[in-house]
């Protein structure tokens, strides 16, 4: 039986801030000459990765990156945000209907353990470099973590994001000692969770913040698991551009869905999703330009919303806004 490879790798494992992705690529069959070039992402230079980036996820039989923000990864742990970014991007591939018999894993960890495709896995360290598919996962991967991370650096420039992408160098300790973490530092990881510690305030008094991000995690989580029983397979979440963010991406029939998800106690302020007004619409619609641009994602965009309320977080609905 003819060998077709879903080759698979990771980015961002390691450093402070900014997600985790996973590339995942099944690549077309022949002997095209841009083949050859492929390799260790690391090896390249930033001008080649770039130019194979864009050849790799147009000229592949199926491509596909999954993510997991900071602050998914903070919640749940590294372990399982490999899991779940690796899960992300082979439901992306699935639905492409495109066949595969076998899956390479750079590195000792099976990350589709315990699912229906652990038996396909091989894992191998250096994949990277030995298999083409492994390398052109962590081609797509590396360019698109680090595009987000240059499009962070416009929020955030006293960090110097788009010199280290968020990995521990002095530069990236120095910003932080002297201005703090961004919500986009991993906070379970020891640097940031001491520097956090040493700026807790020394009063037992409720952090509102803290608890607005959990009722919104927990509404998003709500909306995340009703597309994923729709038939969605879920790109990231809380996907950050220099002015604002996009709750929910999603993929589904050839089409890539911005879902911005509304949250109201009550509904004496009117409901959820009166909130996305013209103008709203306008940053949704930037956001999603901006994710298909840096990602070279070339599915039909559509903005839509949900609307979560009460106590209960009960989901009022899903809908396309154009």
Request: hydrophobic fraction near 40%; glycine fraction near 6%.
């Amino acid at each position: 039986m003819h060998r077709v490879i879903l080759g698979i790798d990771e980015v961002g494992r390691g450093p402070w801030a900014g997600p985790l992705v996973i590339g995942a690529v099944v690549l077309p069959p022949g002997d095209q000459e841009w083949k050859n070039n492929l390799t260790d992402s690391k090896k390249l230079t930033p001008k080649k990765r770039e130019q194979l980036s864009e050849i790799i996820l147009k000229e592949s039989a199926a491509a596909a990156l999954g993510w997991v923000s900071a602050r998914e990864l903070d919640a749940i742990g590294l372990s399982d945000s490999l899991k779940l970014a690796t899960r992300r991007a082979v439901r992306q591939i699935r639905a492409q209907n495109v066949p595969f018999n076998e899956i390479v894993i750079d590195g000792t960890i099976n990350f589709l353990a315990n699912t229906t495709l652990e038996k396909y896995v091989t894992t191998l360290k250096k994949a990277d470099f030995l298999v083409k598919e492994v390398s052109a996962a962590s081609i797509i991967a590396k360019v698109a973590r680090d595009n987000y991370m240059k499009e962070l650096a416009q929020l955030y420039p006293d960090y110097g994001f788009e010199k280290h992408v968020g990995y521990g160098t002095a530069i990236h300790k120095a910003a932080l000692e002297k201005y703090g973490p961004t919500p986009e530092h991993r906070t379970s990881f020891k640097p940031i969770a001491k520097l956090q510690n040493a700026a807790k305030p020394t009063n037992n008094s409720q952090n509102p913040v803290k608890n607005t991000t959990k009722i919104g995690n927990r509404a998003e989580q709500i909306v995340a698991d009703y597309l994923e029983d729709a038939g969605h397979a879920i790109i990231t979440r809380n996907h950050k551009t220099p002015f604002y963010e996009i709750d929910i991406i999603s993929t589904k029939d050839d089409k890539v869905y911005f879902t911005e998800v509304k949250y109201r106690k009550t509904h004496k302020t009117g409901s959820p999703l009166e909130a996305i007004t013209q103008k709203k619409q306008q940053q949704m619609h930037y956001a999603a330009e901006s994710f298909l641009k840096y990602t070279n994602i070339k599915l039909q965009p559509i903005l839509a919303a949900a609307s979560v309320s009460g106590s209960d977080f009960h989901l009022e609905g899903w809908l396309p806004i154009e």
